[in-house]
């Protein structure tokens, strides 16, 4: 019995995917297939790609890239419209528009990112748990998240920062906790059938600790539907993210974080459009971006 055990577990996608070896390499087997798999992209997932590059670049070299600091003012080029000197045009201290988008590209992405990274680690921990021992652990996150479903997302998020007070940081905490269920609710179905794979019971058989179990034979199964879902809540982080710089309670003056940038110009909408037109392009087409590179990989990833 021992011995099919062995075999079963030697014989496992986990074992063909992910080189089970003493240096325990989780992704040994996923980072080249999702290579090969890169080369096959779906149009959507391209599209989404061409959409996100300008915030990529943007938030990779933004100081290289903006013509002018980002809070130099200029009072005499106060409100100019789009021109050579000034692409996006300048704001009511005469700052360059252009630059100040470029250098929010960092926030924004910083913002999604960090808010997708704590509702990751979270949602995934907790749905390991709840999927893999059932009983009252599952019980109890399972009402616990919801309830949590209960409130409105952005809701909560403007509960969470209104308690711990408006700033950059606890905007992204915010974010992160907003979106912990629905990683969580992935996670722990995915869970619930892989625990049952003929290679989870045997490697459980020889003895395989359940730490070892979870993190080496089942979580490696959850990278595909943790990557999609992370990309497609990226544009609603980045959104949710803009939303609550745009009434006061994420990044704030002078930090040029493009929702912050739509809330500064709304009272000037009738006499310099580009105030606000600019900054909402740039978030239109970024969730856009994103949402079109989640449903691209879905496809590329979802196996039926």
């Not at 996006?88 to 201290?93: L, V």
């Not at 924004?108 to 990274?117: F, H, P, R, S, T």
Request: net charge positive; aromatic share 8%.
């Amino acid at each position: 019995m021992r011995v099919r055990a062995v075999q079963a577990v030697k014989s496992s996608p986990w074992h063909e995917s992910v080189a089970v070896s003493s240096r325990g390499d989780v992704a040994a087997g996923f980072l080249p297939r999702a290579a090969r798999r890169a080369r096959s992209l779906p149009l959507n997932a391209i599209i989404g790609l061409v959409l996100l590059a300008p915030l990529i670049i943007a938030a990779l070299l933004g100081p290289r890239l903006a013509p002018y600091p980002p809070d130099e003012f200029k009072v005499g080029a106060r409100l100019q419209a789009p021109s050579r000197a000034h692409l996006c045009g300048t704001d009511a201290f005469g700052r360059d528009l252009f630059s100040r988008i470029v250098i929010g590209a960092r926030i924004a992405a910083g913002m999604a990112l960090g808010g997708v990274a704590i509702s990751a680690l979270l949602g995934t921990a907790l749905g390991l748990i709840a999927g893999y021992y059932g009983g009252w652990p599952d019980q109890v996150l399972s009402r616990v998240m919801e309830v949590w479903l209960a409130f409105p997302g952005l809701l909560m998020a403007i509960v969470v920062v209104a308690r711990l007070g408006p700033s950059l940081t606890n905007a992204v905490i915010a974010l992160g906790l907003m979106e912990v269920p629905a990683l969580y609710r992935v996670v722990r179905g995915t869970t619930l059938s892989i625990r049952h794979e003929l290679y989870v019971e045997a490697a459980r058989a020889v003895g395989v600790p359940d730490r070892r179990l979870l993190l080496r034979h089942i979580l490696p199964g959850l990278y595909s539907p943790i990557i999609v879902l992370c990309t497609l809540r990226m544009g609603i982080m980045l959104l949710a993210g803009g939303g609550l710089s745009f009434i006061g309670l994420g990044a704030q003056p002078p930090q040029p974080e493009w929702g912050l940038l739509l809330a500064s110009g709304r009272r000037y909408m009738a006499q310099a459009w580009w105030l606000t037109f600019f900054p909402g392009i740039a978030i239109a087409l970024s969730v856009l971006g994103f949402n079109l590179l989640g449903d691209g990989l879905r496809d590329m990833l979802d196996p039926r």
